[in-house]
């Protein structure tokens, strides 16, 4: 969908989606913005969008040092500084002793480390999912380049190796993980794209809709728009795209917390999230709400 098709459909709420959520009454937090305000969300395509500014400077040191991928990153980092690089398999992947590097020193929200163990006899890059989320991210933000099989670390990178860059580092992640990589490679979902290309609405959305804890499927009918999805082939697939494309990279980012709930129903995913305090300290949005004008949020 080209992007002024997809900004259209955005600022008119009243077309009807080609998929139906359970249909509740409340409207989703976006209808409550300015056409003007949700177009900054959604432009420039392929980018942070105008409405957003992420603001590394408001994140302490200490808490962006304990996000996973921030850990990650400078485990992998750290350890192609030290050994010149880091040499790839013949199919493209990290070996296993460095997979192993990193896998044993960080903690993944949704994954158990204990059940990766007892399934694998040996942990291939493929087995350990952060490592090569964290990895493929590195390289699309240019703090890893691959060159004749070796992947080395960039000066950019070096630079933000210093315990006191970890918040930047953790914006430069952030910034690639949802604008700078196609989050469908990974989940192998058949839905193309969505919701990672209105992001920026979703971002927004989340910061008004997700204070107390709630599932995966509520906060999609709540931050999501709905109207830009085609016919699915399964219904559980759009909720299955907002943890695998949104939820999950943001726990995995620092900006969400994540915890086990049990199902009633026996249905839907048995996961709940929440913002966490960097969600508010790595974003923030210029925007205003629908009957405020002059308000910002």
Known sequence: MGAQAFTRLAVEPALRPAYAPNVTSIPPAW?????????G?????????????????????????????????????????????????????????????????????????????????????????????????????GLLRKRSGVLKATKAS???????????????????????????????NPIEFWPQHHMGVILWSLSVAAHDWSSAGSLMESCTIMDTLDQVQRP?????????????PLAWLGLLESRKQ??????????????????GQLLEFEVEMKGAEGARH
């Open 31 to 39: 209808t409550h913005l300015q056409p003007g305000s949700l177009k």
């Open 41 to 141: 969300l959604l432009e420039p395509p392929g980018r942070v969008p105008l409405a957003l500014r992420l603001t590394p400077f408001n994140v302490p040191v200490g808490a962006a040092l304990q996000v996973p991928m921030v850990r990650a990153a400078r485990l992998l980092l750290e350890l192609a500084v030290a050994k010149g690089g880091l040499v790839l398999t013949p199919a493209g992947a990290l070996k296993r002793v460095d997979v192993w590097h990193v896998f044993d020193q960080t903690e993944w929200p949704g994954h158990d480390k204990a059940t990766t163990l007892e399934m694998n006899k040996v942990i291939n890059e493929d087995d350990a999912y952060g490592v090569l989320f964290t990895r493929i991210v590195l390289q699309a933000a």
């Open 158 to 188: 070096k630079a933000l190796l210093a315990p006191e860059a970890a918040p930047a580092l953790l914006a430069e992640m952030f910034e690639a993980v949802f604008w700078k990589v196609n989050l469908q490679d990974f989940d192998r």
């Open 236 to 248: 559980d697939l759009p909720e299955y795209a907002m943890v695998s494309r949104v939820l999950r």
């Open 262 to 279: 049990k199902r009633h129903s026996g249905r839907g995913f048995d996961e709940d999230f929440r913002n966490g305090p960097l969600f």
